[in-house]
């Protein structure tokens, strides 16, 4: 079993920015694709971006123009930049795989996830 490990979250106000970062041992970013996801409180789990194996990215249409996922190929890492947040992004943001091996869930499988919270 994969062990995600999520960071790079905590408080921000709205309009700032946070950089989420996910690192995993012994597993290899860099041949398929990624996603982060995030769950609200009392809301379903939603993709918030992915990258592809080949480097193609796409960020779910709220998120877009704001958030960017990018994939660091030497030290084996996965990031979302978050800009002009706002508080609607308030959730815990998870890493995992596009999709998320059979038989498991998107959000909270492979880790813990990482606390955004965005209010004045």
């Known amino acids: 079993q994969v062990h995600m490990v999520e960071s790079g979250g905590g408080w921000a106000q709205p309009g700032g920015s946070l950089r989420l970062s996910c690192a995993a041992p012994?597993?290899?970013?860099?041949?398929?694709?990624m996603s982060w996801y995030r769950q609200a409180p009392g809301k379903p789990c939603e993709m918030a971006a992915v990258i592809t194996a080949g480097g193609n990215t796409n960020v779910a249409d709220s998120m877009k123009g704001r958030f960017s996922i990018s994939r660091d190929s030497a030290k084996n890492s996965l990031h979302l930049q978050m800009d002009r947040l706002r508080p609607d992004d308030t959730a815990v943001y998870y890493c995992n795989t596009n999709p998320p091996p059979s038989g498991t869930m998107p959000c909270g499988s492979w880790g813990q996830g990482t606390q955004v919270t965005v209010s004045s």
């Open positions: 012994g597993f290899n970013f860099n041949n398929r694709a």
